[in-house]
């Protein structure tokens, strides 16, 4: 099979031949942000969406990436050169390489890496089970709106929660959930939805907004409201969105059973509906 082609400083090259330099910001200080997109059957979903966060994360930090139409011509050649098909689109643009010093010069040209990896779908069976998670304390820092290449927490956090035979962690900060550690979380009550509201303190996730659209207009109540975990641990359903997830039904947090201790019926309709839309 012939080697996955990814996209480094405005070359293609073959994935083994792919380099960056050592002095690579993004390397020594985490000093970049990034997206990921998925590509169903040849269509990347909501691109111009991921395109349009990456420039507000780049934005955030201070960093000049121009030339977005550019990109999402790079991104649609990446994808042509590896075939097509079902893919994760990984875009990472960091600061540049400089001498390694806190303070970046000003005239530091970004750095950009594509990678268009075949995406592997959660098994069907995983989403009829439903997932456990996990909370933890969000130990992150106040600017999580920014999709930071900086995940160490992130890392720790999913981890721990593989470690302890979970799906995902759900990230609490003063009592309140805030987001899982790569995807956004919504309850169930009764009829209605509930998702912590956009702060500095989550992701405003493209799925979370999809999921929100989908739910309105089969008029299902959306209600953005801070989520104690007390209230999450009672809740008639939970479920996780996220680009690579799509919509995981959750039936465990912390050993705790969710409502039935199966799939809830809001989180596999609106599920159905996500992938309707996304293969549409
Ligand atoms: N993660 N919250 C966090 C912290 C995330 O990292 C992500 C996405 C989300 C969901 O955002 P979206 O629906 O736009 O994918 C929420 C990506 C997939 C990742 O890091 O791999």
């Excluded at 479920?239 to 809830?264: H, K, N, Q, S, Y």
Aim: a neutral charge.
């Amino acid at each position: 099979m012939s080697e996955p082609v990814v996209y480094v400083d405005g070359r293609f090259v073959e994935c083994s031949r792919a380099a960056v330099s050592i002095e690579d910001r993004g390397y020594q200080f985490g000093d970049g942000v990034y997206e990921v997109a998925r590509v169903y059957d040849g269509r990347p979903f909501k691109m111009r969406e991921h395109l349009d966060r990456l420039a507000r994360s780049a934005r955030a930090i201070r960093m000049d990436l121009r030339g977005l139409d550019s990109l999402e011509r790079d991104a649609l050649e990446l994808l042509h050169l590896n075939g097509w098909g079902n893919r994760d689109l990984y875009i990472q643009a960091t600061r540049g390489a400089c001498p390694r010093s806190h303070c970046f010069p000003r005239d530091l040209e970004p750095v950009v890496v594509m990678t268009a990896r075949e995406a592997h779908p959660y098994p069907p069976a995983l989403r009829r089970q439903g997932v456990a998670a996990i909370t933890l304390s969000d130990d992150r820092w106040a600017r999580c709106y920014i999709k930071s290449i900086s995940l160490l927490s992130n890392v720790l956090a999913k981890q721990k929660a593989r470690d302890e035979g979970a799906f995902e962690a759900i990230y609490i900060r003063d009592g309140f959930m805030s987001e899982g550690s790569s995807t956004n979380v919504f309850i169930v009550e009764g009829d209605s939805l509930v998702t912590p509201p956009l702060t500095n303190y989550i992701l405003p996730g493209i799925t979370r907004a999809t999921v929100i659209g989908l739910a309105t207009g089969c008029g299902i109540p959306v209600a953005e409201e801070s989520v104690s975990r007390e209230r999450l641990l009672v809740a008639d359903e939970v479920f996780l969105t996220g680009t690579t997830t799509e919509v995981m039904p959750v039936v465990t947090v912390d050993g705790v059973r969710i409502g039935c201790g199966a799939p809830g019926r809001t989180a596999l309709r609106l599920f159905e509906q996500y992938m309707r839309l996304v293969t549409g």
